[in-house]
């Protein structure tokens, strides 16, 4: 039997509908993750959320599209991640111990010997306990990633002792740990967030700064900065923070996926940390920076005894003493 013209025209549109359905479906059922982090794309940091985003949405065939936006105020990216206006953030822990105060364990000036031990700590049953903490406060706690060891950079002269930084003004980030020794060493500590740094470099409301070489590469800090002292005072971790609820919503697969992405996320972070390390000191001399590498550490560590007195009546002083003594299995 043969079909009218006007039946096939029908037909053919039927199928036709149907295709673009088909086609569709994918797309209609992509799940969105927003991802906010500080500083440039391309950086240390921006590295972890991109790596992130192409393992997990390649593990799950799409089905998720991962959102990355960059926000320089990272008290404002925690808030919004507990309330859950955005799913997850990847953040310096300065600001952190605001919301878990177990973190600021690791804000300890000279606590690491070197960034071996450091990220060996972070990746073991210590780092994971730490990690826990994350939940009671309204925030998954997901996995360490870092900026590195901290620097001072000053616009106003070389730093080569510690009587060198008394009467500098320098921002740091909202952390009481940190201040308190600044403030220990002569300082006048300045907590502001990042996103205000550079003006405040720029119109002298600071002096000084204390950041990664990573960050003041990425961020030209060297215009506005004139020295810069290697005196490697601080391990700077930071950390992936989901909302409970994005994770929970995963099925088991696909939180197994998300968990894959994030230490890609985490090995790609750390990886441009250790590039930006071994050539950044002389990018930042090519620049212009004056650059000392040859501190005595010693005499930083015997300035800050009170503090570390006080942060040892303060603190879970038993878990100082094991990231203190950690050594990798042998």
Same mark, same amino acid.
């Given at each position: 039997?043969?079909?009218?013209?006007?039946?096939?025209?029908?037909?053919?549109? +039927?199928?036709?509908?149907?295709?673009?359905?088909?086609?569709?479906?994918?797309?209609?059922?992509?799940?969105?993750?927003?991802?906010?982090?500080? +500083?440039?794309?391309?950086?240390?940091?921006?590295?972890?959320?991109?790596?992130?985003?192409?393992?997990?949405?390649?593990?799950?065939?799409?089905?998720?599209?991962?959102?990355?936006?960059?926000?320089?105020?990272?008290?404002?990216?925690?808030?919004?991640?507990?309330?859950?206006? $955005?799913?997850?953030?990847?953040?310096?822990?300065?600001?952190?111990?605001?919301?878990?105060?177990?973190?600021?364990?690791?804000?300890?000036?000279?606590?690491?010997?070197?960034?071996?031990? !450091?990220?060996?700590?972070?990746?073991?049953?210590?780092?994971?306990?730490?990690?826990? %903490?994350?939940?009671?406060?309204?925030?998954?706690?997901? $996995?360490?990633?870092?900026?590195?060891?901290?620097?001072?950079?000053?616009?106003?002269? *070389?730093?080569?002792?510690?009587?060198?930084?008394?009467?500098?003004?320098?921002?740091?980030?909202?952390? =009481?740990?940190?201040?308190? &020794?600044?403030?220990?060493?002569?300082?006048?500590?300045?907590?502001?967030?990042?996103?205000?740094?550079?003006?405040?470099?720029?119109?002298?409301?600071?002096?000084? =700064?204390?950041?990664?070489?990573?960050?003041?590469?990425?961020?030209?800090?060297?215009?506005?900065?004139?020295?810069?002292?290697?005196?490697?005072?601080?391990?700077?971790?930071?950390?992936? $923070?989901?909302?409970?609820?994005?994770?929970?919503? +995963?099925?088991?697969?696909?939180?197994?996926?998300?968990?894959?992405?994030?230490?890609? &996320?985490?090995?790609?972070?750390? !990886?441009?940390?250790?590039? *930006?390390?071994?050539?950044?000191?002389?990018?930042?001399?090519?620049?212009?920076?004056?650059? $000392?590498?040859?501190?005595?550490?010693?005499?930083? =560590?015997?300035?800050?005894?009170? &503090?570390?007195?006080?942060?040892?009546?303060?603190?879970?002083?038993?878990? +100082?003493? %094991?990231?203190?003594?950690?050594?990798?299995?042998?």
């Amino acid at each position: 039997m043969s079909l009218s013209p006007s039946t096939l025209f029908r037909r053919s549109a +039927l199928l036709a509908g149907l295709a673009t359905l088909v086609a569709a479906g994918p797309a209609l059922a992509q799940t969105q993750i927003t991802i906010h982090h500080a +500083l440039p794309p391309n950086s240390h940091t921006g590295a972890g959320p991109i790596a992130f985003k192409e393992t997990f949405e390649r593990l799950t065939n799409n089905r998720y599209r991962i959102v990355i936006q960059r926000n320089d105020n990272e008290r404002e990216m925690i808030e919004s991640v507990q309330i859950g206006t $955005i799913d997850c953030t990847f953040t310096s822990t300065g600001p952190v111990g605001n919301f878990v105060p177990e973190v600021r364990i690791f804000d300890v000036p000279f606590l690491f010997r070197d960034t071996a031990h !450091a990220r060996g700590v972070l990746d073991s049953e210590i780092g994971q306990q730490v990690l826990a %903490r994350f939940n009671a406060r309204g925030l998954h706690g997901v $996995i360490w990633t870092e900026n590195g060891f901290r620097h001072l950079t000053n616009s106003r002269r *070389d730093v080569n002792t510690p009587a060198d930084i008394r009467g500098l003004k320098v921002r740091t980030m909202e952390n =009481q740990v940190h201040m308190r &020794a600044f403030s220990v060493l002569g300082a006048l500590p300045t907590p502001m967030a990042f996103s205000e740094l550079v003006p405040a470099l720029q119109q002298g409301t600071v002096d000084g =700064q204390e950041n990664p070489i990573s960050v003041i590469v990425a961020n030209n800090l060297n215009q506005v900065q004139r020295y810069m002292t290697l005196t490697n005072h601080v391990y700077s971790p930071a950390v992936m $923070i989901c909302n409970p609820g994005t994770t929970q919503r +995963l099925n088991a697969a696909d939180r197994a996926h998300f968990m894959t992405a994030a230490r890609a &996320a985490q090995a790609a972070n750390r !990886a441009r940390v250790t590039a *930006d390390e071994a050539s950044g000191v002389e990018e930042l001399r090519r620049r212009g920076m004056t650059v $000392i590498t040859t501190v005595n550490t010693a005499a930083f =560590q015997e300035a800050l005894a009170p &503090a570390f007195a006080e942060w040892e009546r303060t603190m879970d002083a038993a878990t +100082l003493r %094991r990231i203190r003594d950690w050594r990798p299995a042998q």
